[in-house]
């Protein structure tokens, strides 16, 4: 028989049942923290990465070198995928960020009816 050790400190029978579900969760969730994954599609030069480097307030992906309209047009689609954490408040966020340079870059948008 396996036996549970219980720290009697940290156990407050208040919060035992249902009516202490929420306090409970909020704590766990507290402790393991969330995890996220963000993926952000489109042409070169659109702005993805100064988009995600504004919402954050942090430079999260630096910049990159500008390509010219034929290196565009050359280019294959690029998934870049970064992996950050935060901790605001005492709670833990796992952001990870999946860029994909090129995405839409070689569609025609003069299509005859």
Excluded at 22 to 47: A, D, S
Excluded at 68 to 83: G, P, Q
């Amino acid at each position: 028989m396996k036996s549970t050790t219980v720290d009697h400190d940290m156990l407050n029978t208040s919060e035992l049942g249902f009516t202490g579900l929420p306090n409970q969760i909020h704590r766990k969730v507290t402790k393991k923290g969330f995890k996220y994954t963000i993926l952000i599609l489109g042409e070169r030069g659109l702005g993805k990465r100064s988009f995600i480097n504004s919402i954050y307030s942090k430079p999260i992906y630096p910049d990159t070198k500008k390509m010219s309209l034929s290196e565009r047009c050359d280019a294959k689609i690029n998934i870049v995928s970064k992996s950050v954490d935060f901790i605001e408040k005492s709670m833990k966020l796992n952001l990870s960020i999946v860029v994909a340079d090129g995405f839409g870059d070689s569609l025609d948008e003069n299509i005859d009816d």
